[in-house]
């Protein structure tokens, strides 16, 4: 199949919320592949604070993970979680983003995004740092995801009904 016939899904949202349980269940769901979160890798690599450098680095990590599995996709390409993710953790951290991430982000669209909803219980993970500002995160998704015009859906629920409402948007997108 031709890699420009894939439909790219994004599950995003802030941390704790499921978001690489919920790319896997999709890409079995739709036998298809998934991209996981480059950042996830890279930081538990890390051996002090995270730079502005390892900002750019993560960027473009995701970008060229994405692209390396675009190939395997079968209609559909899941990504867990998108350099969006940077754009707002470096704004969170440094005050600002990477210029080329601000950049590239119109010219490189999803074509439908699962926002998924910060209604799942806090899971303690050395990965995460902002338990307490789970409402504020959750804000700054829903504004950058109408700053792109970009059709999302907000997923909530606990255990397979949270799957359950998800499969349902992405077929009702489909359709």
């Not at 941390?15 to 269940?25: C, I």
Request: some cysteine; aromatic content about 12%.
């Amino acid at each position: 199949m031709n890699n420009n016939n894939i439909l790219k899904i994004a599950v995003v949202g802030p941390e704790s919320t499921g978001k690489s349980a919920m790319s896997a269940y999709l890409a079995k769901h739709y036998e298809t592949v998934w991209v996981p979160e480059y950042a996830r890798e890279y930081c538990a690599k890390l051996t002090g604070d995270c730079t502005w450098q390892d900002e750019i680095n993560m960027y473009h990590g995701q970008v060229a993970l994405e692209k390396e599995l675009l190939p395997q996709a079968n209609k559909l390409l899941i990504c867990d979680t998108t350099f969006i993710t940077i754009k707002i953790w470096s704004e969170q951290m440094f005050g600002r983003a990477p210029q080329e991430v601000l950049d590239a982000l119109p010219q490189h669209p999803y074509d439908f995004y699962l926002l998924l909803n910060i209604d799942l219980p806090w899971e303690d993970d050395p990965l995460r740092n902002f338990p307490t500002m789970r409402e504020h995160f959750m804000a700054v998704w829903h504004k950058e995801l109408q700053a792109l015009n970009a059709p999302y859906t907000v997923i909530s629920g606990l255990g397979q009904q949270r799957y359950d409402h998800a499969v349902e948007a992405v077929d009702n997108f489909l359709k």
